[in-house]
């Protein structure tokens, strides 16, 4: 154990908290002079450009370093697609389903590499992927694109490039969400999901990337809070012994740093109560604990250590181990050379960007070998992003798929944006307008989860006019279409995934992805 530090700054080192809005507010600041919080995480909420982030995170430091004498771990959730925090001066690479698309790992390991290079750049310097799950379930509602596909070999086969990338441009990287959430129905933001699968499953699917990971040394590993019922049938995995400890410690191997997901999440609120579930965490195994939001949730939970601690109820020996964990990895990850700001959303960067993301668009179904010509007066239509799990970007982006594709093709083109789960009388009234097209071209998003998109389709399709469907999210919405329909997924909904898009079906680029999940059955 470090005798340099109080127990309070051992504690404060296990410990990781966020805070709302762009600036530290005062709750957060005394949380760190309190009980020495040691580290951060921030969200796209805590961030508007790129000047503004490396202020913060120098401010973050400065605070941190003041009080507890260390520096601090600053984490974000930067996947890369769907979940990217960064403003939208920095480059936001494709997601793991679209990289994965491309069938080149060296993509993997480019968008790695860059996004780690930026993230130093503003003074972040340890990244919340990448993601090991296998999306096994279609029906999924948290991971979907997050994944890298439904094999356990594809998500080995990606996942650690772009694991290797992020350390090779200078962040900590963090395999998650162990032992898998790529098979659940439910989302552990909202309620606890169950696993029922048996031990001989799971580590011939779930765990079998994460054993991969361990094998080419990745450094950290988030837990979920999930109950796998063959292995621990009474605690989600985050305050599962047998799991964290008996499992990943043990079984397979890890000698790396441990961490959970936020404790804040319904699935530890609903169960255990998050002040409780961060002591049975830390008795589980787990070396740093995330309380991303609540300033005095952080400080119950962390009087609530020191009373298990100072009781006996924590291995003495397992707190020093985790005490030199987050040291040796804080002096190896934070001793390293900063980035010059300036390539944040640089134009090399984006242009390197843009060339993998071109990559990325996958042809479902093309009957005839083509997509049709959008002729004089296509007609665009989609829902606007919503947030479909809380983990996704929040949704008040003005970004509407339909209106920007209308207006980058100009002339007669026309957009109208639709409800994210439209009634039969909103899909007859939509239906109605699209009579003229030349070319109908319809985004949907989750509409596997929201079912009046697929409806809205298929409603479509028993017109005459040749209708083209992009997923703008999770492909599975291609997947009971009806054949004669044209369909490409994109996998994102951002203005850089809309270009593309564009060029695919002005016939100025090919889409050549192939997909990592299943969407066709003949």
Request: hydrophobic share 40%; charged share 20%.
């Amino acid at each position: 154990m470090d005798t340099n530090l109080s127990l309070t700054h051992q504690i404060g080192q296990r410990m990781m908290a966020g805070f709302d809005g762009p600036y530290l507010d005062e709750k957060f600041i005394e949380l760190v002079k309190t009980w020495k919080v040691g580290n951060v995480i921030l969200f796209a909420w805590n961030m508007t450009s790129k000047e503004q982030v490396l202020e913060l995170c120098r401010e973050i430091q400065e605070l941190v370093l003041r009080e507890t004498g260390r520096p601090a771990f600053i984490a974000v959730d930067q996947e890369g697609g769907a979940v990217s925090r960064l403003p939208g001066d920095a480059t936001r690479v494709p997601g793991a389903m679209a990289i994965a698309s491309t069938g080149n790992p060296e993509n993997a390991y480019a968008a790695g590499r860059l996004t780690a290079r930026e993230l130093r750049a503003l003074g972040i310097n340890f990244n919340l992927a990448p993601v090991l799950d296998v999306n096994s379930n279609d029906q999924n509602p948290v991971i979907g694109v997050r994944s890298y596909g439904e094999k356990p070999e594809t998500v080995a086969q990606y996942a650690i490039p772009m694991m290797k990338g992020l350390e090779d441009g200078g962040t900590l990287s963090c395999g998650k969400h162990f032992p898998g959430h790529g098979d659940t129905n439910t989302d552990s933001h909202l309620a606890l999901p169950f696993v029922g699968k048996t031990q001989a499953e799971l580590r011939a699917v779930e765990l079998a990337p994460f054993q991969a990971a361990i094998q080419a040394d990745i450094p950290a590993i988030m837990t979920s809070h999930i109950v796998f019922p063959q292995f621990d049938p009474e605690r989600p995995a985050t305050m599962s012994r047998t799991i964290l400890t008996d499992l990943l410690r043990e079984e397979m191997g890890f000698q790396g740093l441990v961490m959970t997901d936020c404790l804040e999440m319904k699935a530890v609120q609903h169960s255990f109560g998050t002040v409780p579930g961060t002591v049975e965490a830390i008795k589980a195994g787990a070396d740093l604990v995330l309380i991303s939001h609540s300033s005095s949730v952080a400080s119950a939970a962390a009087q609530a250590i020191r009373e298990a601690f100072l009781a006996g109820e924590i291995d003495a020996t397992e707190w020093e181990q985790s005490l030199a964990r987050i040291a040796g990895l804080k002096a190896d990850y934070l001793s390293r050379p900063t980035e010059d700001p300036s390539i944040v959303g640089c134009v090399s960067h984006k242009e390197e960007n843009r060339k993998i993301l071109a990559q990325t668009l996958t042809p479902v179904r093309v009957p005839g070998g083509s997509f049709p010509p959008l002729g004089e007066c296509p007609h665009f239509l989609g829902c606007k992003a919503f947030r479909p799990t809380l983990v996704s970007n929040l949704a008040d982006d003005p970004l509407s798929f339909p209106v920007y594709m209308a207006e980058k093709l100009g002339g007669n083109a026309k957009a109208t944006v639709t409800p994210s789960n439209p009634t039969e009388e909103e899909i007859a009234e939509i239906a109605a307008r699209t009579t003229v097209a030349s070319c109908i071209v319809v985004g949907t998003y989750n509409g596997h989860l929201y079912p009046g998109q697929l409806e809205l389709v298929r409603r479509l399709a028993d017109g005459s006019v040749p209708i083209i469907a992009v997923a703008l999210r999770n492909p599975y919405d291609l997947k009971d279409m009806d054949p004669s329909i044209w369909s490409l997924a994109a996998y994102e909904y951002s203005e850089q995934a809309f270009d593309a898009i564009a060029d695919v079906l002005q016939g100025k680029e090919t889409a050549n992805g192939k997909p990592t999940v299943t969407l066709l059955t003949e």
